[in-house]
């Protein structure tokens, strides 16, 4: 209902964002220059970070930036079953028929792998999201499908990303052979204070208005009550300009966004 009354020609929050549209916050640049160094070493990355906090657009926006015919990449967002399970979902992806024989499956995939890199001249970069589901015997099958030549070759890329509960994870004794492998591991925190007005101010230029519709102390209890995390700006940001077009208000203020939050708790 507030597209009209703020004259947008879209919702200025959604989560239908092109990649090359996102918000280019500090945060989200350092994460693609890691990422950038870790496909080339293709060796095995970590991304951490709170729920909403941009670590799934920052992978779509590395994997859009690869060439399509330098790079295969296999993207897992279901990280809670067994290995079994993981290696059916890496074979779907690889385009391969699914053997019942896990290690008949482990097999099948490292082969592949293998003729992508030699034969097609493809490097694989597999994207594990959610990765603080996995399970520890799922952790060790991952590194061992890293694992060529006798640990001497690189051919599989390996992201994985999840919560901070997941850097935890690997730095228990029982991950310690895969933890001495990651080569590059990045937290992603929240858009900063500074960061936020930006932020708002670009998403509604997409929306089709350079108006100002947040108010500074409005933006400012925003940002204390989503520490940043641009879901919950989102969120937030959405509800707030409801609460403004209800009272035919020309911008959000402090009080449209006290109404609001009771919306987002």
Not at 56 to 71: D, F, P, Q, W
Not at 105 to 132: M, N, S
Not at 226 to 252: I, Q
Request: aromatic share 6%.
């Amino acid at each position: 209902m507030y597209r009209k009354h703020f004259g947008l020609s879209r919702h200025p929050f959604g989560k239908e964002i092109e990649t090359e549209d996102l918000f280019h916050s500090t945060a989200l640049e350092e994460l693609e220059i890691r990422l950038g160094h870790l496909v080339e070493l293709r060796g095995i990355g970590l991304v951490t970070g709170e729920s909403g906090s941009g670590k799934t657009n920052g992978c779509r926006k590395m994997v859009a930036s690869l060439h399509a015919g330098l790079y295969r990449v296999l993207y897992v967002p279901l990280s809670t079953g067994n290995a079994m399970d993981l290696y059916k979902t890496i074979a779907w992806e690889l385009g391969l028929p699914t053997e019942r024989n896990r290690a008949a499956l482990y097999k099948q995939i490292r082969a592949e792998v293998t003729r992508l890199c030699q034969e097609a001249r493809c490097r694989p970069v597999l994207i594990v999201d959610e990765g603080h589901h996995l399970r520890s015997d799922v952790l060790e099958d991952l590194r061992l499908l890293t694992n060529y030549a006798m640990d001497s070759d690189n051919r599989l890329c390996l992201l994985l990303v999840g919560h901070p509960e997941l850097r935890r994870r690997l730095g228990l004794a029982a991950h310690e052979a895969l933890s001495q492998r990651v080569v590059v591991r990045y937290h992603m925190g929240g858009l900063t204070r500074e960061e936020l007005p930006l932020y708002l101010r670009h998403l509604l230029k997409l929306a089709g208005t350079e108006l100002p519709l947040f108010e500074p102390a409005a933006m400012e209890a925003i940002f204390q009550s989503t520490s940043g995390l641009p879901r919950k700006v989102n969120l937030l940001a959405h509800h707030c300009l409801m609460a403004a077009a209800l009272v035919k208000a020309k911008a959000v203020s402090i009080e449209h966004v006290q109404a609001a939050l009771p919306e987002v708790s």
